[in-house]
């Protein structure tokens, strides 16, 4: 699997070479992602500001198709047919396969609760405890590898049996203390880094796509 995922991410490293020196990393992680699925396990993913939309747009792509249109297996549909007749047969051919992806900034209800009630830097930390199980695995985003909420999951996702990626720039935030692996690209403007977490994510995304569903 490796291999496939290593071929089809080196399209993103001629795009954009600068981030080859973050390669094994990123092949490493596609890898990660795809055998954390097909296993049946669950992804979480947070970050603050750009980062928290990064988080959405990453699930966006894996809760439905990216550039596959991942149609339902035949006994799926068959079993939609069993529900609901023709309409359930109708809605079973538009529905696609997803992977199953939370960003933890979807529940806006229990996040102004808790940072209410309990403390704004745990709400991260809260979700993932709730809902993740061990074998999970968590994606935190910060630019400056700093942030104290994203920290915070980290630690949270170890005390939980959850595997932990930091995605990040080049400043060495101190966020990497508490995680298991580190994607850093070589930048140190913010939106520069965001830039290349975009090619990033687009691009495990694909590759995993490619290997469960194409």
């Given at each position: ?84 007749g ?35 830097d ?56 508490f ?36």
């Amino acid at each position: 699997m490796q291999q496939t995922m290593s071929s089809n991410l080196e399209k993103l490293f001629l795009r954009r070479p600068n981030l080859r020196p973050a390669a094994a990393d990123i092949v490493d992680f596609a890898v990660d992602l795809a055998g954390l699925f097909r296993r049946g396990g669950t992804f979480f993913v947070a970050g603050n500001g750009g980062s928290a939309a990064d988080a959405d747009h990453i699930c966006g792509e894996l809760l439905k198709g990216f550039c596959s249109k991942r149609p339902l297996p035949d006994e799926m549909k068959a079993r939609f047919a069993a529900a609901g007749g023709e309409e359930g047969a109708r809605i079973a051919e538009k529905l696609q396969q997803g992977l199953r992806a939370v960003s933890l900034l979807s529940h806006p209800g229990l996040m102004s609760a808790f940072a209410n009630d309990v403390d704004p830097d745990l709400c991260f930390a809260q979700q993932l405890f709730a809902l993740a199980r061990p074998g999970d695995v968590f994606l935190g985003i910060s630019t400056g590898g700093g942030a104290t909420n994203i920290k915070n999951a980290f630690i949270a996702a170890k005390a939980a049996g959850v595997r932990s990626w930091l995605l990040t720039g080049n400043r060495h935030g101190i966020c990497e203390k508490f995680v298991d692996r580190v994607i850093a690209v070589p930048e140190k403007e913010t939106y520069l880094i965001q830039e290349e977490h975009i090619s990033i994510y687009h691009a495990v995304c694909l590759a995993v796509e490619e290997v469960l569903f194409c």
